[in-house]
């Protein structure tokens, strides 16, 4: 079955030690995007990529970057966390961004994050 | 004030009771409405999408969209215990990229 796929599911990092999360899609879309979700609140967009066109949220912390290799793959860097940085973080894809509205997101599994 | 607002609950029903879950916004530019389910510490899954206003059904599932008054539900009929989870609204609108702006969620229990 076609999918987003997100590894690890949960990952424990340490206060200041960088990590990486990892999407993939089988869905082959065009957008890729990541999401920000913390215990009871709305997912909050950090960033997409349209391809290869990065398209960051004016209130994304510089802490949080991200990487696309190629269509399948995308990658969420946060340099150096903070407690604040816990959350469950995830991954969606949409065929295009056309701004239409129709292009449903499929939402990845997500990883959930603490920092110690 | 919020974008959008929901309410989180905790919401819980018997089973086979109907459910209404419902979502309020503020920008009037929004056109297209879906429902997410959110099972604990999964994805959201797409329930329900509608596009400006009116109703659409799916089972057992039944979306309302009332753009003059910018409120949106769901119905759920017949509610089952599988259907326990959060439900979040999401909304955007053309031109906005295909952004999504969420709820907060409800949490929905549906007991035996």
């Known amino acids: 079955d076609a999918m987003v796929i997100q590894n690890p599911r949960y990952q424990v990092t340490q206060f200041g030690k960088p990590v990486t999360l990892s999407c993939s899609q089988t869905?082959?879309?065009?957008?890729m995007y990541w999401y920000q979700q913390k215990s009871s609140q709305a997912p909050k967009l950090l960033f997409h990529?349209?391809?290869?066109?990065?398209?960051n949220e004016a209130d994304t912390p510089d802490n949080f970057q991200s990487r696309r290799p190629n269509t399948s793959f995308c990658f969420l860097d946060i340099r150096s966390p903070g407690l604040g940085d816990a959350a469950m973080y995830l991954c969606?894809?949409?065929?295009?961004?056309?701004?239409?509205?129709?292009?449903?997101?499929?939402f990845g599994p997500g990883t959930r994050l603490t920092v110690l | 004030q919020k974008e959008v607002e929901q309410d989180p609950g905790p919401l819980s029903v018997p089973e086979g009771a109907i459910v209404s879950l419902n979502c309020t916004y503020s920008?009037?530019?929004?056109?297209?409405f879906m429902w997410y389910r959110q099972y604990s510490r999964k994805g959201p899954e797409l329930l329900m999408y509608?596009?400006?206003?009116g109703n659409k059904e799916d089972g057992r599932f039944t979306a309302q969209v009332d753009k003059s008054s910018k409120y949106i539900s769901l119905f759920i009929r017949d509610s089952q215990p599988s259907d326990s989870a959060t439900y979040l609204c999401?909304?955007?609108?053309?031109?906005?990229?295909?952004?999504?702006?969420f709820g907060t969620g409800t949490q929905l229990k549906v007991e035996l």
């Open positions: 869905l082959n879309h065009n957008v």
């Open positions: 990529y349209y391809d290869k066109d990065f398209n």
């Open positions: 969606a894809t949409s065929r295009t961004n056309s701004g239409g509205g129709g292009d449903t997101q499929y």
């Open positions: 509608t596009y400006s206003s």
């Open positions: 999401a909304m955007s609108y053309t031109g906005g990229g295909n952004k999504l702006t």
């Open positions: 920008n009037s530019a929004f056109q297209y």
